[in-house]
């Protein structure tokens, strides 16, 4: 087994200890500071609501799914055939970590792959990062026989990464991607979130799916400042657009493109405040990965049905039968956001 092999498996494993040791109950991820205002005669009953939505074209039964975290080493290879038994037994979409390890290393497919045959019915999404070309991204949805690609932008990640990239060079591989690949393609952040500048950028590549993946919940600038040696990387603790902003600032964008929220998603309420603010679903990582750790497979079953169900109670009780009712509902910002929507362009 090589020594690269052995040191970028070992980095998945680090991702997923410090991802779960920074987890917090509570995130900062703007959504508190977005009330809903209540509807008092509702005219509708739960079993009327319909939870079904779109990602990236393709329909799905309930609007959120267990977004990029795992693979690449035999510990989260097994993590892989654990959250895959979830989805299956839910329902549920479910996006693999990067597959750029196992592009490179073909020993890691199998961490991958146990994804596929673990639900071999469902909706999986393949990831790997934008420095890959079209050859490379086919290989990754083989791979998996994926039903869609995410492809991550983490320039701020590999700044921190001591052995990060440090060239950023994506726009032609992603133009190539987006109009070769054999399946629908999703863009995303790693939690530092997507400006709109950025998204009239990948409009003219041909991007149509963004998931906006905001600053507030999993933060990889704190995890990979932890990696580092000296630990003398804390610049950007702080860096990016939480996942209210950035949904708040692709509104002006909504007619060209189809938006997954993700970053620091905890609960029913805070999926409803995404949906309303104009996503089509919502992807969550941080939660599903902590409680899978805490409550083995059955208690993420149990959580992924829960949320199913609070979905139903909350939409009802703000008299909305479907995903498309909610994005009509008048919402109040906080005097911060406020200043935020005005200033951002
Ligand atoms: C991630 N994330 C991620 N994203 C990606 O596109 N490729 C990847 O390989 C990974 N790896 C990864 C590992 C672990 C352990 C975590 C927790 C997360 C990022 C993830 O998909 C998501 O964008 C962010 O984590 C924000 O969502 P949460 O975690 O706050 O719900």
């Known amino acids: 087994m090589s020594l690269v092999y052995i040191q970028h498996s070992h980095r998945k494993d680090e991702h997923v200890f410090l991802a779960e040791k920074f987890y917090q109950a ?17 005219e509708i009953s739960v079993t009327e609501v319909d939870l079904s939505t779109t ?10 799914f267990i977004n990029a975290m795992s693979g690449g080493s035999p510990a989260t290879g097994k993590l892989n055939q654990r959250l895959a038994a979830a989805a299956a037994q839910t329902k549920i979409p479910m996006a693999t970590g ?10 890691a497919e199998t961490s991958f792959k146990v994804v596929r045959q673990t639900m071999p019915q469902g909706l999986v999404i393949g990831n790997i990062g934008a420095n890959h070309n079209l050859a490379d991204a086919q290989a ?29 060079y994506w726009k032609d591989n992603l133009q190539e991607i987006v109009a070769g690949l054999s399946v629908p393609v999703i863009v995303k952040e790693v939690g530092f979130g997507i400006a709109p500048a ?29 990696r580092r040696r000296q630990k003398d990387f804390a610049l950007l603790n702080n860096f990016g657009l939480t996942t209210a902003e950035t949904l708040l600032a692709s509104q002006s964008l909504a007619a060209d493109f189809s938006f997954t929220a993700s970053g620091g998603i905890r609960d029913a309420l805070d999926i409803i405040k995404c949906l309303i603010l104009g996503a089509d679903n919502v992807g969550i990582s941080g939660l599903f990965l902590h409680t899978l750790i805490k409550e083995d497979v059955d208690g993420l079953i149990n959580l992924i049905e829960k949320l199913k169900e609070q979905l139903k109670s909350l939409m009802a009780l703000l ?20 200043n935020f929507k005005q200033q951002l362009k």
């Open 198 to 226: 950025t998204l009239r950028q990948l409009r003219k590549l041909g991007v149509r799916n963004v998931d906006l993946s905001g600053h507030g919940g999993t933060n990889f600038a704190k995890i990979e400042n932890q």
């Open 140 to 168: 990754a949805v083989d791979m998996l026989q994926a039903d869609l690609l995410e492809i991550h932008l983490n320039a701020a990640q590999e700044i921190v990464m001591t052995e990060g990239d440090r060239q950023f």
């Open 26 to 42: 509570h995130t900062a991820n703007g959504l508190a500071e977005i009330r809903l205002i209540p509807n008092n005669l509702p």
């Open 98 to 107: 990067s597959q750029s390890i196992a592009l490179q290393f073909p020993q």
């Open 55 to 64: 990602l990236a074209g393709k329909k799905i039964a309930v609007p959120f």
């Open 319 to 338: 008299g909305c039968a479907n995903i498309s009712q909610l994005r009509q509902l008048p919402y109040l910002l906080s005097p911060e956001l406020l």
